[in-house]
């Protein structure tokens, strides 16, 4: 992309004011891990069918492999290092996928981690087939599933339990 103009790409990333030159082509996820060295957004697909590179842009989950960084400009946006607390607590839904075993080789975790923060945000109580719609958006070649479902409905008592938010 040698001559290509570059921007200056200006957001919030996990509580912090992130900035950087990029070309207007520049994904958010490819932004996120080469441009600010945020490595924990995964890219699987890079056609948004994955949900491997899911973040939250102002709280909603959103494609990073789909979404060019500067449309990000001025959003605050929570990549899976962003979820823990400041002091690196882990949040109730990466407890919860830690107790019940929701992953395998990892590398879907970061977008269900940030995917279900939101469910969970949005619906704090789902039932399994609320749950199965939630995460319908990822793909896991390693768990089956079943052990996911268990870790949101973990997470959502961990959560009801502590009054933390997710």
């Given amino acids: 992309m040698s001559g290509e103009p570059t921007f200056e790409i200006a957001m919030t990333v ?85 107790e019940c075993h929701g992953l395998q080789c990892g590398f879907c975790t970061p977008g269900f981690l940030c995917t279900v923060t939101a469910l969970l945000r949005d619906n704090p109580r789902p039932t399994d087939e609320e749950v199965l719609e939630g995460i319908s958006g990822n793909l896991c070649r390693c768990t089956g599933y079943q052990n996911i479902v268990k870790s949101v409905h973990r997470a959502a008592d961990l959560i009801a339990e502590s009054g933390e938010t997710p």
Avoid: K, W, Y
């Fill in 14 to 98: 996990n509580g912090v004011r992130r900035s950087a030159r990029a070309p207007a082509r520049r994904l958010l996820s490819d932004f996120l891990r080469h441009d600010l060295g945020l490595t924990g957004t995964h890219v699987g697909c890079e056609h948004g069918v994955c949900g491997c590179c899911t973040v939250l842009m102002d709280g909603e989950p959103v494609r990073s492999c789909l979404t060019f960084a500067v449309t990000a400009t001025g959003h605050e946006i929570t990549t899976v290092e962003g979820l823990a607390s400041e002091d690196g607590e882990l949040s109730p839904v990466q407890r919860a996928f830690q």
